[in-house]
């Protein structure tokens, strides 16, 4: 009965991340640690938000999904997608951004209602991307990003901004099917 139960949620977890519209991208390079891949440009909805990693990012999560949810002008519901990203923006400010489905454009997006809502186009770029499972700890983010740094170094490749760590679950998903990625954009000509 216990392993019919672990199947089921197993199968639920992974039905539900497969159910979300990701960015669209290219494998370029697989090695051992990482992959580079070729993000298509796409649309993202955006927030700053102050404080640690963990308590910012419930109410960044709350803003964009009450965002997508219907508090836009025009009162539009969107579908989730996935990851939820996040990134930091300054000392004690971090950056969550949802990704907007591909059906819209700027011109066709509903208006956030929120004025700290920023909407976003993302143009196309190469990312240096390491995946893990597990929990979202603070610990297990940086020991993956510590192999990424690591392995792009011993690699000689070149980056610029912040990491991102990508989550591609809902909280309520085991820890052990998570599936988390921590990103960092390659400089131009770097792949």
Known sequence: MRLAIITLLIWT????????????????????????R????????????DGDKNGSGNSAFRILAAYIFGANVGKEEMNMTAP?????????????AFMMERRYTLDTLPEPIDERIRIVKRPSRVMAVRSYSGSWR???????????MEALS?????FRGEPILARY???????FIKR???MIELLPGEA
Not at 84 to 96: G, I, K, L, P, Q
């Open 169 to 175: 679950d809902s909280p309520f998903t085991l820890w």
């Open 138 to 148: 603070e610990a297990n983010y940086r020991s993956n990003l510590a192999v990424l």
């Open 180 to 182: 988390n990625e921590v």
């Open 38 to 49: 070729e993000y298509a440009e796409h649309i993202v909805a955006e927030v700053n938000v």
């Open 154 to 158: 011993e690699d000689g490749l070149e």
């Open 84 to 96: 939820v990203e996040t990134r930091r923006a300054e000392e004690n400010s971090y950056t969550y």
């Open 13 to 36: 977890g992974v039905q539900s991340a497969m159910a979300y519209e990701q960015p669209e991208y290219t494998v370029l390079e697989e090695t051992a640690d990482y992959e580079i």
